[in-house]
């Protein structure tokens, strides 16, 4: 059970979008409609923005959004913002009743 | 508003065991409706799941820790707790405890989480 591989960091302009990836294998991304998504800001506690691949809980705003193609998973945030600046993490079920997470990205706001 | 409160040493000898406790406020361990998770990240470094337990007991490990871990539940109390034995410095971390959560039959996210509690492994 390896983790799972991510960039390790994106930048983009107020107003930009960026997408960042989240590669895995046949063994979790690829098998599962099981991937979600963290957002951490420095010092505090992962917060969910994704689930199930692409599905957005209450309360968090339109502006992210989650795809998959293949053993790769996305997370698109759009009309980017200073308060967007934090690291993100990506997490699949990888069988077995186990969980991946990937070593996370960090975006910064220019 | 559910809410998580890890507690416990903030250093811990090599080769000692590491115990936390996660106290649950605002829903009941017994509910029955999710799993109650651990996760790490070690400093600067990405997260680690650890493994989660059921109301009932029954736990589900990392494969990578399982020798070293357990997960117990005190729903009188409504705490889980973690043990790991064995200790060396490259478990320093922050640990993690969160509510797996799920649709029907199946978990999906992890949410929400504690504030996290920082562990050192030191002489």
């Known amino acids: 059970q390896s983790a799972l591989t991510q960039p390790a960091s994106v930048s983009g302009s107020p107003g930009q979008s960026i997408t960042m990836s989240c590669t895995g294998t046949?063994?979790?991304?690829?098998?599962?409609?099981?991937v979600s998504w963290y957002q951490q800001h420095p010092g505090k506690a992962p917060k969910l923005m994704i689930y199930?691949?692409?599905k957005r809980p209450s309360g968090v705003s339109n502006r992210f959004s989650g795809s998959k193609s293949g053993n790769t998973a996305s997370l698109t945030i759009s009309g980017l913002q200073a308060e967007d600046e934090a690291d993100y993490y990506c997490?699949?079920?990888?069988?077995?009743?186990?969980?991946?997470f990937g070593g996370g990205t960090e975006l910064t706001v220019l | 508003q559910v809410q998580l409160q890890e507690s416990g040493p903030g250093l811990v000898k090599p080769s000692q065991t590491l115990s936390l406790t996660c106290t649950v406020s605002?829903?009941?361990?017994?509910?029955?409706?999710?799993?109650w998770s651990w996760i790490r990240q070690h400093p600067g470094k990405g997260l680690e799941w650890i493994g989660y337990?059921?109301?009932?007991?029954?736990?589900y490990f990392n494969p990578s820790l399982k020798s070293r871990v357990t997960i117990s539940v005190d729903t009188s109390k409504n705490q889980f707790s973690l043990n790991l034995n064995s200790v060396t410095a490259a478990d320093t971390a922050v640990f993690y405890c969160?509510?797996?959560?799920?649709?029907?039959?199946?978990?999906?996210?992890?949410?929400?989480w504690g504030q996290g509690t920082l562990v050192t492994v030191s002489s």
């Open positions: 199930e691949d692409n």
């Open positions: 046949s063994s979790d991304v690829g098998s599962y409609k099981l």
């Open positions: 997490c699949s079920y990888a069988g077995s009743s186990t969980w991946v």
């Open positions: 969160a509510r797996a959560k799920g649709s029907d039959n199946y978990l999906h996210s992890f949410d929400p």
């Open positions: 337990i059921y109301y009932s007991g029954t736990t």
């Open positions: 605002g829903d009941s361990l017994s509910s029955g409706n999710y799993y």
